[in-house]
């Protein structure tokens, strides 16, 4: 199975901040590689997909990264809403891991 | 309105079973790959079962044969069949969408449904 890494956790970051999270794949997985973000009580929401693709109406605020083994999720400008848990998530192959999560506060 | 609405959760004593649903509308549960992810409480997503289009099935290997997803076309429906529930089966059980034009991504999810395994 392919373990997926993330840091840092938690992250601690202000308004305006520009913020980057690390997501580290036990092996190659080209660029299967998505990020969803979590609030308290909902389900995930997709953000990137293929590691750099902007989900349709996610701001534009949030990018991605990588390719291989190492990827970034980046927030350009954290906004109030922007405060969660972020999932990076491989699809290369089953199962389908996920990290562990960072939590933005 | 695009909506995927699971049901069927519930509290269960360790060694039974239970059946989770998930009603898809404004989607075609046969035209697109169907997963069920869980999330034990205040903890991460932990991927769970995979249906393709084309009926091959994939499961984790702590629900391998125990759990079996299945779907009916004709109810637009997918379902987790749960069997021989363990106390770490406890947890929020999702199911989502992976269109397979999104390199496998899960661009729609359910609101969830709370699994709780205890004697």
């Known amino acids: 199975d392919i373990q997926m890494t993330q840091s840092p956790s938690p992250l601690s970051a202000s308004v305006g901040d520009r913020v980057t999270i690390t997501c580290r794949a036990s092996q190659n997985i080209r660029d299967y590689l998505n990020w969803y973000q979590q609030k308290p009580g909902k389900a995930p929401n997709l953000l990137i997909f293929?590691?750099?693709s902007l989900q349709s109406g996610v701001p534009s605020r949030f990018s991605g990264s990588g390719s291989g083994t190492d990827f970034a999720l980046t927030i350009s400008s954290l906004q109030p809403e922007d405060f969660a848990t972020y999932y990076c998530?491989?699809?290369?192959?089953?199962?389908?891991?996920f990290g562990p999560g960072t939590q933005v506060d | 309105e695009v909506l995927l609405v699971e049901s069927g959760g519930g509290f269960v004593r360790p060694g039974g079973s239970l059946r989770l649903t998930c009603a898809a509308s404004?989607?075609?549960?046969?035209?697109?790959?169907m997963n069920w992810v869980r999330q034990a409480p205040g903890k991460g997503l932990e991927w769970v079962s995979v249906i393709y289009t084309g009926e091959t099935k994939y499961y984790a290997d702590s629900v391998k044969g125990r759990f079996t997803i299945s779907r009916d076309n004709s109810k637009n429906t997918l379902y987790l069949q749960m069997n021989s529930l363990r106390d770490d089966d406890t947890a929020i059980y999702y199911c989502?969408?992976?269109?397979?034009?999104?390199?496998?991504?899960?661009?729609?999810w359910g609101q969830g449904t709370m699994v709780t395994v205890s004697s």
């Open positions: 998530q491989q699809s290369y192959s089953t199962p389908y891991t």
């Open positions: 989502a969408r992976d269109p397979s034009m999104l390199l496998s991504a899960f661009d729609i």
């Open positions: 293929g590691a750099s």
């Open positions: 404004g989607i075609s549960v046969s035209s697109n790959h």
